[in-house]
């Protein structure tokens, strides 16, 4: 990033950067370091994807920053699930910021590549629905929000790649096994 680009994007995440609810996400384990190293990290790749594309920089960043500003993890609580958590996180971030229906919707959609997995293999998180409707995005920072998570995670879970193979495979054949009877 530039000198002017980084202090651009600082500009830009530094209120909630300094927010005493979303310091929280700090406590957080996500993907291998904190919710709020990995929702920074997203935040610089929709900068930057906005930059590229003619985007609404602003919004797409800030969405970026806020789209899994959820507490707790996916576990904890049924809000907290899979495909629901990009509500937790909208509604967290119209609480405790001026979020703009357009920044609202990115955050909302950003597991649009996840709903069209489990659309896929409906075996992966059975219990969750998702709408293909209800998580696409409507906008190119929706878009790009979906994007730069996927890409983030991508690069944040190489690290675990092993595991995740396992993981899988695991879970593949736990599902075999289970359509067999």
């Known amino acids: 990033m ?6 651009e994007f600082d ?6 950067l300094e927010n005493e609810h979303f310091l929280e996400t700090k406590k957080d384990l996500h993907h291998g370091s904190s919710k709020y190293e990995h929702c920074l990290r ?3 790749m929709s900068y930057r994807l906005a930059k590229f ?3 609404d920089v602003k919004s797409a960043t800030k969405a970026g920053l806020l789209h899994d500003f959820f507490l707790g993890t996916r ?4 809000e907290n699930s899979y495909l629901r ?10 609480k405790y910021f001026d979020v703009t229906p357009l920044e609202e919707e990115a955050i909302k959609t950003h597991m649009f590549h996840q709903v069209l997995l489990k ?20 906008s190119k920072e929706g878009w790009i929000i979906c994007a730069s998570d996927l890409l983030v995670s991508i690069i944040e879970c190489e690290r675990f790649q092993f595991t ?8 593949l054949i736990f599902n075999i096994i289970m359509f067999k009877n």
């Open 75 to 78: 576990k904890e609580k049924p």
């Open 2 to 7: 530039t000198k002017n680009n980084k202090q």
């Open 11 to 16: 500009l830009l995440v530094k209120d909630i």
């Open 42 to 44: 997203v935040a610089r």
């Open 53 to 55: 594309f003619k985007a």
């Open 85 to 94: 958590h990009p509500l937790t996180a909208a509604s967290n971030a119209k």
């Open 119 to 138: 659309k896929l293999f409906p075996f992966i998180n059975r219990e969750e629905k998702a709408s293909i409707k209800e998580f696409k995005p409507k």
């Open 164 to 171: 995740y193979a396992a993981n899988v495979a695991l879970i």
